[in-house]
């Protein structure tokens, strides 16, 4: 077998050319792994932060989350009425007192009528100057009886309605529905109407009208 002998200038016709040499560049953004940074030592959650978790013993005597719903505004569904759902929702309007538009404010106003001093001890609704609920006191033999009316302003004049006795169930749903009414913006003279017709009625609890 005949060997060709130009073997180069064969070679030659496959002349590859050198690799061109590249400079390597630096690319953080792929190159560097950016970690997050560990936390500070002051810096994590502690619980103490909150305060203790407020716990009550059960009758079995575990320990259980206890839950404080005494801002909690009152659920229909726990009563048996749509009476005493409006008595206890205005209750409870007095007694959250300013995250409700700060519906009850502390009075000492005393006056004098037939000899008998009374005190007016609480103010509903401050926003409505001209009329409100107030709770009052008649000395009788040194003994004080606490009781609730209604009061409105005729020019500088205060009139008055009696509600009745603060230990009175029906007294305080009348209360209650007085200071639905003040709410929802019922004229002075229509809550007069109102409580005059209740005395046209059964003792039994009050109707709205």
């Known amino acids: 077998m005949k060997h060709n002998s130009d073997v180069p200038g064969q070679l030659a016709l496959f002349a590859i050319a050198p690799t061109e040499q590249r400079t390597t560049v630096h690319d953080p953004y792929w190159d560097e792994l950016e970690t997050a940074p560990q936390q500070v030592e002051d810096n994590r959650w502690n619980p103490a932060d909150f305060g203790e978790v407020p716990r009550k013993a059960g ?11 005494t801002h909690e505004p009152p659920d229909s569904d726990d009563y048996q009425s749509v009476n005493d759902y409006h008595l206890a929702w205005a209750e409870w309007r007095i007694r959250v007192g300013g995250q409700v538009k700060d519906d009850t404010i502390e009075t000492t106003v005393e006056t004098r009528a037939n000899g008998q ?93």
């Open 59 to 69: 009758n079995d005597g575990q320990l259980t989350i206890f839950y404080d719903d």
């Open 117 to 209: 001093v009374r005190l007016a001890t609480k103010k509903t609704a401050p926003q409505h100057d001209t009329h409100w609920v107030e709770k009052y006191w008649v000395e009788r033999a040194t003994n004080k009886y606490w009781y609730f009316q209604y009061c409105w302003m005729s020019g500088r004049k205060i009139n008055r309605l009696y509600l009745g006795s603060v230990d009175s169930i029906i007294a305080k749903r009348k209360r209650a529905d007085v200071e639905i009414a003040i709410a929802d913006g019922k004229l002075p003279s229509d809550i007069e109407k109102l409580i005059r017709g209740w005395k046209n009625e059964s003792p039994t609890m009050p109707k709205m009208q």
